[in-house]
């Protein structure tokens, strides 16, 4: 019985590690997505937000961002596509105070 509990606390324990290193890699990954963005290299943003999408699929400001990449690569039925799927996320999703931070982001 110790030893399914031994094996239970590293598994657990490796679970823990992991999730913490996506957090940070995903971070990294929403930054350099948003560095690109601002940069107008829209399809490398994509790049970026995808990443953090194939883990994080209901983050909404991600979907939202993707979204207006592909609106400005005139991708324009998985704009639409994507926007939904923000929006299907969180419903009181308000796309300014994405561009506001966006803003305040680059400033510093």
Do not use: H
């Amino acid at each position: 019985m110790s030893r399914i509990l031994r094996t239970f606390a590293v598994v657990a324990g490796f679970m823990v590690l992991a999730s913490g290193a996506f957090a940070f890699q995903g971070e990294d990954a929403y930054e350099r997505g948003l560095d690109l963005y601002r940069k107008r290299s829209f399809r490398a943003a994509i790049v970026e937000f995808d990443k953090i999408l194939e883990v994080e699929p209901n983050r909404a400001e991600v979907q939202y961002l993707k979204g207006y990449c592909q609106y400005m690569l005139k991708d324009f039925t998985e704009a639409v596509e994507t926007f939904g799927r923000a929006f299907q996320a969180d419903p009181t999703l308000d796309p300014r105070t994405i561009y506001k931070r966006a803003a305040a982001s680059s400033r510093t």
